[in-house]
């Protein structure tokens, strides 16, 4: 399952809503077969991954992580817990995932190419995100030069992944709750309103839709790079199919909201924290 480590990819950003999850009473899928459709899909490794998006919380507030030592990595372990995380999605999509949508995303994510797709997502997310974009950007750069038309089909891939343009609307609702919580916590001090830290957080939002845009991209073209032209189109057309976009809108809406609500917790836990100092 495609999914997006956001906070990795882009410095600082602003605001709006998380999409909404609306209750699809009656149509509900059962809680065993969504844990199964996690592991089928992968998306329960894509959940698990939104803890690495950790490390960059404390340079988002001006702080060096190493200055609290074991604390921090302890802290950190705690907050981001994958079963907790797991937990989390679990409720919302018991309420939220219909049946016809669950059937057909995993009879796709099932199939050998659609199993295929899974392993590879899988192994991507635990790269390291400098060297994915280092050798994805060399791919694209090749690309670009022989003039392929596998570039246009990932683009179209990764427009099928976000077909509402949400994903950086969401990384900067995250980014302002983060900083706001951070703050009634006493972790740092903001000298500006809630409404003039979103205007200064909004700035450049054209180069940062472009900077995610082109990371993006750089990852499609590694995470892809084994598969054929035939299969990297066929992929992305059973992205575009609306059932597949329901299930898409509603698994970003779900990793947005579980990130948002971690780094909430981990800027209430972080006033705890105590500098280590050198023996």
């Known amino acids: 399952m495609k999914h997006l480590r956001l906070l990795n990819w ?27 459709f996690l592991v089928t899909t992968g998306f329960d490794v ?52 219909s049946e016809e949508a669950l059937d057909h995303a995993v009879d796709f994510y099932a199939s050998d190419l659609g199993q295929r797709l899974v392993v590879a997502e899988n192994d991507s997310h635990l790269e390291d995100d400098d060297l994915k974009q280092e050798a994805g950007q060399a791919i694209v750069s090749e690309l670009v030069r022989h003039g392929s038309g596998r570039l246009e089909w990932l683009k179209r891939m990764n427009r099928a992944i976000d077909s509402s343009g949400t994903a950086l609307k969401a990384l900067q609702e995250i980014q302002l709750r983060f900083l706001l919580a951070a703050s009634a916590a006493g972790v740092i001090e903001l000298d500006i309103d809630t409404e003039d830290l979103r205007a200064l957080l909004q700035r450049n939002e054209t180069e940062l839709r472009n900077a995610l845009q082109l990371s993006a991209l750089a990852g499609a073209a590694f995470t892809y790079q084994a598969f054929s032209d035939a299969e990297v189109q066929s992929y992305t057309e059973a992205l575009e199919e609306p059932l597949m976009q329901e299930v898409y809108e509603l698994l970003n809406a779900v990793q947005y909201h579980i990130m948002a609500d971690r780094f909430e917790h981990l800027a209430a836990r972080m006033a705890g924290l105590q500098p280590t100092q050198d023996l």
């Open 46 to 97: 894509a959940l698990d991954s939104i803890a690495l998006s950790s490390a960059s919380a404390p340079q988002m507030l001006g702080l060096d992580a190493e200055a609290f030592g074991q604390q921090w990595r302890d802290l950190a372990e705690e907050v981001f817990d994958t079963e907790t995380m797991r937990s989390d999605a679990l409720d919302i999509l018991e309420k939220t995932l």
């Open 10 to 36: 882009v410095p600082f950003a602003a605001v709006i809503v998380l999409l909404s999850l609306p209750a699809r009473p009656g149509q509900a899928a059962d809680r065993a077969r969504i844990e199964a």
